[in-house]
């Protein structure tokens, strides 16, 4: 059976910011297969990466991400909680897309590229026609999109027919969106559905889950057989599932 993908999650994050260029060129050094972010969108139109709704808990500051123009996101320490990278401007400044895709570019690695188009969001579609728009300038980046929503999975091929998309759930399991090709959702999940990844694969579904940290939670992913795992710990969990 071969071994899992490694994603990292959010970036190479053990000991730096998550999203920060910092962590996702650590994620490079540490061999990771593919990167996993999360995109959102400014109040002046710029994508940019970040997993919660508002800057509080990963820069200590008050507002919303859509609320904040990319001008006023750039004034806060998205590295406030990480001392130890003061003055590393790629661990405290927020990164758009567009930073994110020239680092892959410039790494000359090819790494698969797993967008998380956050929602609710208060500019609705305008999220993945901003993102359609952004990848039509970076031709030959290998980019899977991803999302809770399904009215965002159905927006996006309705852009794009081609691009792999990724249906993310918690519970209950529900009927997968049409023109998903790839079903993700937590090890606990996993882990207490003994056939979902049988019962995926045969319905031609690939299986992604998150977050897998531990060399045992690593091992018992790979004995079921899931095609990726999410890690914070890309050198590790490689090491573990390849010794």
């Given at each position: 059976?071969?071994?899992?993908?490694?994603?990292?999650?959010?970036?190479?994050?053990?000991?730096?910011?998550e999203?920060?260029?910092?962590?996702?060129?650590?994620?490079?050094?540490?061999?990771?297969?593919?990167?996993?972010?999360?995109?959102?969108?400014?109040?002046?139109?710029?994508?940019?990466?970040?997993?919660?709704?508002?800057?509080?808990?990963?820069?200590?500051?008050k507002?919303?991400?859509?609320?904040?123009?990319?001008?006023?996101?750039?004034?806060?320490?998205?590295?406030?909680?990480?001392?130890?990278?003061?003055?590393?401007?790629?661990?405290?400044?927020?990164?758009?897309?567009?930073?994110?895709?020239?680092?892959?570019?410039?790494?000359?690695?090819?790494?698969?590229?797993?967008?998380?188009?956050?929602?609710?969001?208060?500019?609705?579609?305008?999220?993945?026609?901003?993102?359609?728009?952004?990848?039509r300038?970076?031709?030959?980046?290998?980019?899977?999109?991803?999302?809770?929503?399904?009215?965002?999975?159905?927006?996006?091929?309705?852009?794009?027919?081609?691009?792999?998309?990724?249906?993310?759930?918690?519970?209950?399991?529900?009927?997968?969106?049409?023109?998903?090709?790839?079903?993700?959702?937590?090890?606990?999940?996993?882990?207490?559905t003994?056939?979902?990844?049988?019962?995926?694969?045969?319905?031609?579904?690939?299986?992604?889950?998150?977050?897998?940290?531990?060399?045992?939670?690593?091992?018992?992913?790979?004995?079921?057989?899931?095609?990726?795992?999410?890690?914070?710990?890309?050198?590790?969990?490689?090491?573990?599932?390849?010794g």
């Amino acid at each position: 059976m071969p071994l899992p993908l490694i994603a990292a999650h959010r970036g190479a994050n053990e000991f730096l910011p998550e999203h920060s260029l910092a962590a996702f060129r650590q994620a490079i050094v540490e061999g990771a297969d593919a990167f996993e972010f999360d995109l959102r969108l400014t109040a002046d139109g710029h994508l940019v990466l970040h997993h919660d709704r508002t800057v509080k808990r990963t820069a200590g500051a008050k507002g919303a991400v859509s609320d904040l123009t990319l001008a006023e996101l750039r004034e806060l320490n998205f590295a406030y909680r990480h001392p130890d990278c003061a003055g590393n401007p790629e661990a405290e400044r927020i990164p758009t897309l567009e930073d994110l895709f020239g680092l892959v570019t410039d790494s000359g690695k090819d790494v698969k590229l797993l967008i998380e188009a956050k929602h609710p969001s208060k500019f609705g579609p305008r999220l993945e026609l901003r993102l359609w728009e952004t990848l039509r300038r970076w031709p030959g980046l290998d980019v899977t999109v991803m999302s809770f929503s399904r009215a965002a999975l159905k927006t996006w091929r309705g852009l794009d027919a081609d691009t792999p998309l990724v249906w993310i759930f918690e519970y209950p399991f529900r009927r997968p969106p049409e023109g998903v090709q790839i079903l993700s959702s937590r090890v606990d999940y996993v882990e207490s559905t003994p056939d979902f990844v049988e019962r995926s694969h045969e319905a031609g579904y690939q299986v992604y889950t998150w977050t897998v940290n531990d060399a045992e939670t690593a091992r018992r992913m790979a004995a079921l057989g899931v095609d990726l795992v999410f890690t914070d710990r890309p050198a590790a969990i490689r090491g573990t599932l390849a010794g």
